[in-house]
């Protein structure tokens, strides 16, 4: 998995560097870490990032101890599907570190 990292910085235009739209969430996967908030889709819609996802979940999060399953799940659907907002009339995608509390519990657990 590719993590973008990218500074907080007031200006969002630095974080608009891919089109796409926001939308409510509507899959199935990450149903239980997305709650009526826009996510940032693609011109793909989502659907090839929920099959991705579905496929990480049964290779890598199904195996994990039990304190490290909620955490890395809430980061695969924090990068599979990252929140949106319309800034200055663009989609704009939230960086992995506005979404992710404990980012580093759940990278520990996939990497251990």
Request: with cysteine.
């Amino acid at each position: 998995m590719f993590v973008k990292i990218i500074a907080a910085h007031s200006d969002a235009s630095i974080l608009a560097d891919e089109a796409g739209y926001c939308a409510p969430y509507n899959g199935k996967i990450c149903k239980s870490f997305i709650k009526s908030t826009q996510v940032f889709y693609s011109g793909n819609g989502g659907w090839e990032n929920e099959k991705v996802a579905t496929g990480l979940f049964a290779e890598l999060i199904e195996d994990l101890e039990d304190i490290c399953q909620k955490p890395a799940s809430k980061l695969l659907c924090a990068y599979a599907f990252p929140k949106c907002k319309v800034i200055d009339g663009l989609a704009t995608k939230m960086p992995l570190c506005f979404e992710v509390r404990h980012p580093l519990i759940a990278i520990n657990c996939l990497i251990n």
